[in-house]
């Protein structure tokens, strides 16, 4: 018996994960529970212990030792107490063993049983898989999509379901039933149903981690990545630097002919990728964060932490990027304030002439005015004679020769003529 019994307790370990002695704990947990409802009284304080090799049990009473009892079923007085034991003091705690001759539970007790054992290989199980997890927590793993509910998705996980909600999905990214995809585990946490495992694929820690499983130097450390900037499905900037004169870290990143950085874009559905060199000088660094717009100057205020960046007008649109985009992912790059402004182009400064010929030109000038002044009154009465245009007189309208008008004659004065 003893043997089947281990048996089935280790069949149990495997099966939800769990170590040997949380069963054991919930198998002494049901026999105290048992034991409370057949032969115990109601507030009992009662301990068991179950060896696995004998298969035996013992039951065991608590109680404190206190000056006045309060709690008969709890607690002992001082006297009492020195009977069991001689040396009892208030404050100490007794175990007397009350484990029944012959041990018959009834049909209830051994439901109870049932259901604390249950219940503690449940929590048992609940966490193991926080533990579990947890570890795992900042890390990127393969996972299949279980089921789509009012568009959350849950994923498998193994023996717990990942949770993927709408605001950590890619935007516009088609996801299916049984497709495989690679998540970042942003949160593990105990929740009212169980734990819960909150994973992302729009963190900008899963580029990060992407990178370190498709390019070894940053697996092996001699390539950094010192900060990550993320617009999900639209672009990510990341800054990467190496103290090894011999690696290019931008070329490791991208591999040969975009192998690299291929394969990471096409985990994050197509999102555009710029990979730039981070640098110790905020200067270089927010140049180069601007990329591909090319920068004339950098003037940075460190008290405010904020930058005047300077670039000329054809690279003005690029370097703010569509919408603000590139400047913006900037700015979290690089952990700046940035303005972006146009080139000035300085005027020419006139040279300064000296105070004598000044002097020479402004009488100059002064006589000039003069004359120009006595001749305009005789050039006006020319302009105004030339100005007036005569008057065409207007062509008089012939008169209309009159229409001579025939009266009609009568019959009569037609006869007359006539005769």
Known sequence: MPQEFELAIEQICEEKGISKEKVIEAIKAALASAYKKDYGKKGQNVRAEFDLKTGKSKIFDIKEVVEEVEKPPREITLEEAKKIKKDAKVGDVLETEVTPKEVHFGRIAAQTAKQVITQHIREAEREAIISTFKEKEGEVIAV??????????????????????TSEQIPHEPLRVGQRIKVYISEVKMGARGPEILVSRVHPKMVEKLFELEVPEIAAGTVKIKSVAREAGARTKIAVFTDQKDIDPIGSC??????????????????????????????????????????????????????????????????????GQNVRLAVKLTGWKIDVVPEKKEKPKKEKKPKEEAKKEEKVKEKLKEKVAKKEPKEKKVEEKKAKPKRKEKPKKKAKPEKKVRSKKTKSEKEAKTK
Do not use: C, Y
């Not at 299949?144 to 909600?165: C, M, W």
């Not at 985990?267 to 717009?293: C, H, Q, R, T, Y």
């Open 254 to 323: 991208i591999g040969q002919r975009g192998t690299r950085v291929q394969t990471v874009i096409s985990e994050i559905a197509g999102e555009k990728i710029d990979i730039i060199m981070w640098d110790e000088d905020p200067v270089k660094f927010i140049a180069n964060a601007l990329s591909p717009a090319k920068v004339i100057s950098v003037k940075l205020d460190e008290k405010k932490k904020h930058s005047l960046v300077e670039v000329a007008e054809d690279q003005l649109s690029l370097a703010i990027g569509k919408a």
């Open 144 to 165: 299949v999509i279980q089921r789509i509910e009012k568009g959350t998705v849950f994923v498998n996980l193994g023996p717990a379901s990942g949770i993927l909600f």
